[in-house]
């Protein structure tokens, strides 16, 4: 299980796992191996290590002030020796439905859920979460990466499609989600700048946030936060959606935690998670990543409490460089 031995440059950040740290992190987690149900602050904090469908009846109700669910598509992948294969839109939805009204079991009365997709899930995700939810809005971003095709459109955007229990009543925190913008043509209203400001390297303007995201990079090996897991999810993404919708010192909650982005991001962000994930590899991955985080709160393209444009890197050192 060792993923150390690859061939790596000499620069590649890629975040990995040798057999000794294998051990040492696979300490730290939780298997409820004894069948029993817990509370809260048994597993809070923690990554469990187990088959979500199995876990999750031992779980307390109403826990979760968000939820994070990125289960595996409708596709034919493979983590980590785990297959998951595709099936038709009608199996896909049976899939959903055995397992997505438990998860939202977790959710409190006033909480927030997000569910990941692409194109040829999104249908069903929305179909089950309509079922169970009600839905506030769906995101689409844009993946910036992708094989091109020569008989179709390339794929470049996923959807999140966002629910709550109560639509009269949940957390939604817009100003600390605002993306800082540079204003191509400023305008000015007597004079003065009109909604915007100038500083030593622009003029910018704090936009508030819409549900199409075309700000987002996805890991890749210069990257700090990356991995081996093949369907990564960026943290800045995961930042937003906790920042949005969990308050200060609230839990977040991921059933397929993978290799722990969304712990990682609750835990610099000063939220508390609990987290799911099936392979052992994962998990004590997500371990190692929650320990670096002790150290590192950086979140790629969020810098001075504002989400930043692509490809700003330079302008978010030089502003950090100023304070």
């Given at each position: 299980?060792?993923?150390?031995d690859k061939h790596r440059a000499g620069r590649n950040k890629t975040v990995t796992i040798s057999d000794i740290e294998l051990s040492m992190f696979g300490e730290r987690l939780v298997t409820l191996s004894d069948g029993r149900?817990?509370?809260?602050?048994?597993?809070?904090?923690?990554?469990l290590h187990g088959d979500m469908t199995e876990l999750l009846p031992r779980l307390p109700a109403t826990f979760a002030d968000l939820i994070f669910i990125d289960p595996p598509y409708n596709l034919t992948r493979?983590?980590?020796?785990?297959?998951f294969r595709s099936s038709s839109e009608e199996e896909y939805i049976a899939y959903l439905r055995?397992?997505?009204p438990k998860v939202v079991a977790c959710l409190k009365p006033n909480g927030s859920l997000y569910i990941c997709g692409d194109w040829r899930s999104t249908s069903a995700l929305q179909?089950?979460?309509r079922e169970n939810l009600t839905v506030i809005n769906r995101i689409t971003w844009q993946r910036e990466k992708g094989r091109g095709a020569l008989r179709n459109w390339k794929n470049?955007?996923?959807?999140?499609?966002?629910?709550?229990?109560?639509?009269?009543?949940?957390?939604?925190?817009?100003?600390?989600?605002k993306q800082k913008r540079r204003v191509i043509a400023p305008y000015r209203k007597d004079g003065a700048p009109k909604d915007w400001i100038t500083s030593d390297n622009g003029k910018y303007r704090l936009t508030y946030p819409s549900n199409l995201w075309d700000d987002i990079s996805i890991p890749y090996w210069s990257m700090p936060e990356n991995t081996d897991h093949p369907t990564?999810?960026?943290?800045?993404?995961l930042a937003k959606l906790i920042l949005a919708s969990c308050p200060p010192d609230g839990i977040v909650f991921d059933p397929f935690l993978g290799s722990g982005t969304t712990s990682v991001v609750a835990k610099k962000l000063g939220r508390h998670y609990i987290g799911i994930e099936t392979s052992e590899l994962y998990c004590c991955l997500a371990e190692k990543r929650l320990a670096q985080a002790d150290s590192d709160k950086t979140i790629q393209g969020y810098t001075d409490g504002v989400f930043?444009?692509?490809?700003t890197a330079n302008l978010q050192r030089y502003n950090t460089k100023k304070r």
């Amino acid at each position: 299980m060792d993923n150390t031995d690859k061939h790596r440059a000499g620069r590649n950040k890629t975040v990995t796992i040798s057999d000794i740290e294998l051990s040492m992190f696979g300490e730290r987690l939780v298997t409820l191996s004894d069948g029993r149900c817990v509370q809260v602050e048994d597993i809070i904090d923690r990554t469990l290590h187990g088959d979500m469908t199995e876990l999750l009846p031992r779980l307390p109700a109403t826990f979760a002030d968000l939820i994070f669910i990125d289960p595996p598509y409708n596709l034919t992948r493979n983590f980590n020796g785990m297959k998951f294969r595709s099936s038709s839109e009608e199996e896909y939805i049976a899939y959903l439905r055995f397992w997505f009204p438990k998860v939202v079991a977790c959710l409190k009365p006033n909480g927030s859920l997000y569910i990941c997709g692409d194109w040829r899930s999104t249908s069903a995700l929305q179909t089950v979460m309509r079922e169970n939810l009600t839905v506030i809005n769906r995101i689409t971003w844009q993946r910036e990466k992708g094989r091109g095709a020569l008989r179709n459109w390339k794929n470049a955007m996923e959807d999140i499609w966002f629910g709550v229990n109560n639509e009269k009543e949940y957390y939604f925190n817009t100003d600390a989600v605002k993306q800082k913008r540079r204003v191509i043509a400023p305008y000015r209203k007597d004079g003065a700048p009109k909604d915007w400001i100038t500083s030593d390297n622009g003029k910018y303007r704090l936009t508030y946030p819409s549900n199409l995201w075309d700000d987002i990079s996805i890991p890749y090996w210069s990257m700090p936060e990356n991995t081996d897991h093949p369907t990564q999810k960026p943290e800045k993404l995961l930042a937003k959606l906790i920042l949005a919708s969990c308050p200060p010192d609230g839990i977040v909650f991921d059933p397929f935690l993978g290799s722990g982005t969304t712990s990682v991001v609750a835990k610099k962000l000063g939220r508390h998670y609990i987290g799911i994930e099936t392979s052992e590899l994962y998990c004590c991955l997500a371990e190692k990543r929650l320990a670096q985080a002790d150290s590192d709160k950086t979140i790629q393209g969020y810098t001075d409490g504002v989400f930043w444009e692509r490809n700003t890197a330079n302008l978010q050192r030089y502003n950090t460089k100023k304070r």
